[in-house]
C-alpha cells in the first residue's frame, strides 16, 4: 500500500516562508503530476474539490493557483518520489491544510493526510 509522506508544516508569521515536501513510501516510479491542494479551516471538501496550490507534470510543466503565483515554487524530484513546495511571503489567508496529489500514468491517484500551515498576521 502506498502512501504520501508530508512533512514541513508549521506556523509562522506572515511574510515568512516554509518548505513542504512530500515522498511516496515505498516509492513510485511513475508519477505523472505531483502536487499540492489545500483546504481552509472549517471547511468540508470532497478530494477533487479542493483549492490548487501548484502542480508539476511529469513533462516538466507547471501550474499554481493564482493567489500563490510569484509567492510560491513547487520542485519534483522523480528518482526519490518526492515533491516540494516552497512558500514565500506567506499571508494569513494562506492558512489551511495542505495535501499532497500524486497521480500516475496508469490513472492512480493517491493523497496524503495533509499537513497544516499556519499564518499568523
Known amino acids: 500500500q502506498v502512501q504520501l509522506v508530508e512533512s514541513g508544516g508549521g506556523s509562522v508569521q506572515a511574510g515568512g516562508s516554509l518548505r513542504l515536501s512530500c515522498a511516496a513510501s515505498p516509492p513510485l516510479f511513475n508519477i505523472n503530476v505531483m502536487g499540492w491542494y489545500r483546504q481552509a479551516p472549517g471547511e468540508e471538501r470532497d478530494e477533487k474539490e479542493r483549492e490548487l496550490v501548484a502542480i508539476a507534470h511529469g513533462g516538466g510543466g507547471r501550474n499554481y493557483g493564482e493567489s500563490v503565483k510569484g509567492r510560491f515554487s513547487i520542485s519534483r524530484d522523480n528518482a526519490k518520489s518526492t515533491v516540494h513546495l516552497e512558500m514565500n511571503s506567506l499571508k494569513f489567508e494562506d492558512t489551511g491544510v495542505y495535501y499532497c496529489?500524486?497521480?500516475?500514468?496508469?490513472?492512480?491517484?493517491?493523497w496524503g493526510q495533509g499537513t497544516q500551515v499556519t499564518v499568523s498576521s
Open positions: 496529489y500524486f497521480s500516475t500514468y496508469i490513472g492512480t491517484d493517491y
